[in-house]
């Protein structure tokens, strides 16, 4: 059975750090990549960023490049969301996700909250 269970959340300043971690298991090797979205109250899901599995290649969206970093340890099965510099704005749930080329599987969310 696939799991995958988000962890890290809180409440900080603007400005702050977090990690939020994406613990998976029963994946197996056929996964293409991970994603990390946010949701913000009464706002849709966004895409916040991805890591491909073949060449460990990232991309971000515009709004936190630069500040967010996602990265993977195999050994763990975990995937994490590094979140520097902080901002009201990033206030919102946030979810990691797993993809291959016929499924996507979801964790059930961590809440970020930035206060000013």
């Known amino acids: 059975q696939v799991q995958l269970v988000e962890s890290g959340g809180g409440l900080v300043q603007a400005g702050a750090s977090l990690r939020l971690s994406c613990a998976t298991s029963?994946?197996?090797?056929?996964?293409?990549?991970f994603g990390w979205y946010r949701q913000a109250p009464g706002k849709q899901r966004e895409w916040v960023g991805r890591l491909t599995t073949g060449d460990s290649t990232t991309d971000y969206a515009d709004s936190v490049k630069g500040r967010f970093t996602i990265s993977r340890d195999n050994a763990k099965n975990a995937v994490y969301l590094q979140m520097n510099s902080l901002k009201p704005e990033d206030t919102a749930v946030y979810y990691c996700?797993?993809?291959?080329?016929?499924?996507?599987?979801w964790g059930k969310g961590t809440l970020v909250t930035v206060s000013s």
């Open positions: 029963g994946l197996g090797g056929r996964i293409r990549g």
């Open positions: 996700n797993a993809y291959s080329f016929t499924n996507t599987y």
